[in-house]
């Protein structure tokens, strides 16, 4: 059982804000960011799932919210067709319950700015985007200094095979990746993988994986991931 967090945070709250979240790195890294160093205070992370169909970041809900047990945050999950309308409506009616949420933080690196930029716009919300234009090799080394942990748990089959899944985020994955195709993009920016974070700064529990299962399904490789523990 982990009795401490080493993520260090200043008294003076700046706003209430919501975190985008897929339970992966760029997420949970942004989320950091902002917490310890734009002094905002999250209230809840984000889940959107897709309706239409199964995408990278598709993660079993219950681990989601597993994790968001083991960091302190509630977690919200949502179904949708357009995720900028329901954007728009799950802030909307938070507000009006009285939330009083005043900004937005993303994971992105590169891409979906215009998207980001209309939905705080219409919400009249703060945009905050701590990895923007960052380099993604020093995100993720600064990620891996920071003493986060996470795993691969999807890849693009034409890129990657499935003796990727699961492995940890480390330098060694980092110094793998860019042997094996420089043309991948070391945050996996562009959906090439997606990572599923089990411990760090922010957690009071680690997350175990128990047990898994490696699936091939619509061009990509998934780890299910059935059974864990908070430990």
Same mark, same amino acid.
């Given at each position: 059982?982990?009795?401490?967090?080493?993520?260090?945070?200043?008294?003076?709250?700046?706003?209430?804000?919501?975190?985008?979240?897929?339970?992966?790195?760029?997420?949970?890294?942004?989320?950091?960011?902002?917490?310890?160093?734009?002094?905002?205070?999250?209230?809840?992370?984000?889940?959107?799932?897709?309706?239409?169909?199964?995408?990278?970041?598709?993660?079993?809900?219950?681990?989601?919210?597993?994790?968001?047990?083991?960091?302190?945050?509630?977690?919200?999950?949502?179904?949708?067709?357009?995720?900028?309308?329901?954007?728009?409506?799950?802030?909307?009616?938070?507000?009006?319950?009285?939330?009083?949420?005043?900004?937005?933080?993303?994971?992105?690196?590169?891409?979906?700015?215009?998207?980001?930029?209309?939905?705080?716009?219409?919400?009249?919300? $703060?945009?905050?985007?701590?990895?923007?234009?960052?380099?993604?090799?020093?995100?993720?080394?600064?990620?891996?200094?920071?003493?986060?942990?996470?795993?691969?748990?999807?890849?693009?089959?034409?890129?990657?095979? $499935?003796?990727?899944?699961?492995?940890?985020?480390?330098?060694?994955?980092?110094?793998?990746?860019?042997?094996?195709?420089?043309?991948?993009?070391?945050?996996?920016?562009?959906?090439?993988?997606?990572?599923?974070?089990?411990?760090?700064?922010?957690?009071?529990? &680690?997350? &175990?994986?128990?047990?898994?299962?490696?699936?091939?399904?619509?061009?990509?490789?998934?780890?299910?991931?059935?059974?864990?523990?908070?430990?």
């Amino acid at each position: 059982m982990k009795t401490e967090t080493t993520l260090t945070l200043n008294k003076t709250k700046k706003g209430k804000v919501v975190v985008s979240w897929t339970g992966g790195k760029d997420g949970c890294f942004a989320c950091y960011k902002a917490i310890s160093e734009g002094n905002f205070d999250v209230a809840y992370l984000l889940n959107f799932r897709d309706m239409k169909r199964r995408g990278s970041h598709e993660i079993n809900p219950e681990l989601l919210s597993a994790q968001s047990q083991a960091i302190g945050i509630p977690i919200l999950h949502i179904d949708f067709m357009s995720y900028e309308k329901e954007f728009k409506r799950v802030v909307r009616e938070l507000n009006e319950g009285g939330a009083g949420i005043e900004g937005a933080v993303f994971g992105h690196i590169e891409t979906h700015r215009n998207l980001v930029d209309r939905i705080c716009s219409d919400l009249d919300i $703060k945009l905050i985007l701590p990895l923007w234009k960052r380099g993604s090799e020093q995100i993720i080394t600064d990620f891996i200094d920071a003493g986060f942990e996470a795993i691969v748990v999807s890849v693009k089959a034409d890129l990657l095979g $499935k003796e990727w899944l699961g492995r940890k985020i480390d330098k060694e994955f980092v110094s793998d990746l860019r042997s094996f195709h420089k043309r991948i993009d070391p945050c996996g920016e562009f959906g090439e993988y997606h990572t599923f974070v089990i411990d760090g700064p922010m957690f009071k529990n &680690r997350i &175990r994986i128990v047990e898994s299962e490696k699936i091939l399904k619509d061009g990509y490789w998934f780890l299910d991931i059935p059974k864990y523990e908070r430990i």
